[in-house]
Nanobody, 116 residues
Framework: QVRLVESGGGQAQPGGSLSLSCAAVGASRSSNAMGWYRQAPGKQREVAAA???????NYGEAVKGRFTITRDNDKNTIYLQMSSLRPEDTAVYYCSYYSDADGIFWGPGTQVTVSS
């Protein structure tokens, strides 16, 4: 069983920055991918950014050039640096973890609000 421990988020003004982190507790050392998905009210969940343990990254079109995802494989932890935030970035952000060995898991979600 993998438990995802999320931290960060909160409120920022447009143009500001926030960061998120997520630790996968109990994860195996197998090849895996972790990422952040987000869901705004009334909208479908969408990928913000994802990263495999070989460093390969994938970003949603809406955040490219503004968000950066990194990871520490020794800690099974990922980090999301969000810059140039926009009101449309307001959403609940969910950490995800997937591996063939462990399956797929989701964190409880953390709120990010961008407003003036």
């Amino acid at each position: 069983q993998v438990r995802l421990v999320e931290s960060g988020g909160g409120q920022a003004q447009p143009g500001g920055s926030l960061s998120l982190s997520c630790a996968a507790v109990g994860a195996s050392r197998s090849s895996n991918a972790m990422g952040w998905y987000r869901q705004a009210p009334g909208k479908q969940r969408e990928v913000a950014a994802a990263i495999a343990n070989d460093g390969t990254t994938n970003y949603g079109e809406a955040v490219k050039g503004r968000f950066t995802i990194t990871r520490d494989n020794d800690k099974n932890t990922i980090y999301l640096q969000m810059s140039s935030l926009r009101p449309e970035d307001t959403a609940v952000y969910y950490c995800s973890y997937y591996s063939d060995a462990d399956g797929i898991f989701w964190g409880p979600g953390t709120q990010v609000t961008v407003s003036s």
